[in-house]
T-cell receptor, first 109, second 112 residues
Framework: KQEVTQIPAALSVPEGENLVLNCSFT??????LQWFRQDPGKGLTSLLLIQSSQREQTSGRLNASLDKSSGRSTLYIAASQPGDSATYLC????????WGAGTKLIIKP | DGGITQSPKYLFRKEGQNVTLSCEQN?????MYWYRQDPGQGLRLIYYSQIVNDFQKGDIAEGYSVSREKKESFPLTVTSAQKNPTAFYLC???????????FGAGTRLSVL
């Protein structure tokens, strides 16, 4: 059974730092992996989608990588800003979407 | 604008009461999903529907019911049999052959 783990559960860094969020999954037979952002009391915003045949995707200050053989994905955020504060979720798609528990990110001004 | 609309944003349930959460989409998507999120946990699938008049149980369907009479609508009823309904509920939809799910803003359900 596919399991998705996100470490750390919470992270607090000063504004301007580059940071990495981690996501690991147990079964490499996935169709894709997505990174989402959730703001308190709000729904989810899709950030990046990496297909199983891809190694990375970039959008602005965000870069997501995928290593299926090791069951890992990372979300790299460059030059962090207070507006980046949110919970970041990763999810893998095999026969259904399997979610990690998220990393709560706080960027201190 | 195209999207998914969930209502209400906040909902309170009295003990023994059934409540229904609304989910409407104008994206012409075939598949719709209901998820539940508890603090510190990932999303868990309650029910999903790949096509009108058909739906399947997810991982935690007990105490919930759904209907899919129209392509645009996938309401979720939280029944009195659901003993711990307090959670954040998210509705999603996806188009056939597309791997991205689009989400509504969610409904926060609390028990009085």
């Amino acid at each position: 059974k596919q399991e998705v783990t996100q470490i750390p559960a919470a992270l607090s860094v000063p504004e301007g730092e580059n940071l990495v969020l981690n996501c690991s999954f147990t079964d490499s037979a996935i169709y894709n992996l997505q990174w989402f952002r959730q703001d308190p009391g709000k729904g989810l915003t899709s950030l990046l989608l990496i297909q199983s045949s891809q190694r990375e995707q970039t959008s602005g200050r965000l870069n997501a990588s995928l290593d299926k053989s090791s069951g890992r994905s990372t979300l790299y955020i460059a030059a962090s800003q207070p507006g980046d504060s949110a919970t970041y979720l990763c999810a893998v798609l095999d026969y259904q979407l399997i979610w990690g528990a998220g990393t709560k990110l706080i960027i201190k001004p | 604008d195209g999207g998914i609309t969930q209502s209400p944003k906040y909902l309170f349930r009295k003990e023994g009461q059934n409540v229904t959460l609304s989910c409407e989409q104008n994206l012409n998507h075939d598949a719709m999903y209901w998820y539940r999120q508890d603090p510190g946990q990932g999303l868990r699938l309650i029910y999903y529907s790949q096509i009108v008049n058909d739906f399947q149980k997810g991982d935690i369907a007990e105490g919930y019911s759904v209907s899919r009479e129209k392509k645009e609508s996938f309401p979720l009823t939280v029944t009195s049999a659901q003993k711990n309904p307090t959670a954040f509920y998210l509705c999603a939809s996806t188009s056939t052959g597309e791997n991205i799910q689009y989400f509504g803003a969610g409904t926060r359900l609390s028990v009085l």
